[in-house]
C-alpha cells in the first residue's frame, strides 16, 4: 500500500479527512498544510498519494503534482472547480460523494504504480484512443479524457491498457 499524505490548510479539515480515512481503513501517514511540507516529505517516500486542497497557501494542486516524483498521485478537492484529470491530478468538486472520493483514493492506493502518470511510449496509443471515442461518440477532447479516465477508475487498469483496448476494438 502507497502511503497517504494529507494536505489542507485548515487543521481542523486536514484531521476530520485523516478520520474519515482512517475509519475506512486507509492509512494516513503524514497530515501537513502546505504543499512544500508535502514535497518534503515526499522526497523520502517511493510512493504515495496525497489528497489536498486544491489552492493551498504556497502552492495550486496542480503545482504540486508537477512537482513531486514519479509515483505519486494528487487528488484535489476543489471548492470551485468541476471534476478533472490531468496527469497525476485528480481534481474532485466539493460537494463530493464520500462514496466517489473512498473510491478514488482506494483505486489509486492500491495500484502498485503511480495510476494516473502514463509513460511518453504511451501518448500515442493515448491520443489515437482520444480520436476513436472522440469521432465515434461525437464529443470533444476533454470528454474522451475524462472518458478514459473513468474507465481506468472503474476497472482499476492504467488509462494505457484502456486506451490500447480501445484501439484494438476499433481496429479488428
Known sequence: MKDIIVAYPVKSTALQIRGMLESEG????????????VLNIAQN????????????????AGVLAENLPVGFDVVALSKNGREEYMGNLINLPLPVSKDEFLQ??????????????????????IY???????NNRDISESQAHRYLQKESMRTGKKIADIAKMIVNDFTE
Open 26 to 37: 486507509f492509512h494516513v501517514s503524514f497530515v501537513c498544510a502546505t504543499g512544500a511540507s
Open 128 to 134: 489515437n484512443a482520444k480520436l476513436i471515442l472522440m
Open 104 to 125: 478514488t483514493v482506494s483505486v489509486l492506493v492500491s495500484t502498485r504504480s503511480s495510476f494516473t502518470h502514463h509513460g511518453s511510449d504511451d501518448g500515442e496509443l
Open 45 to 60: 517516500l517511493r510512493e504515495g498519494v496525497i489528497v489536498c486542497a486544491s489552492i493551498m497557501s504556497d502552492m495550486g
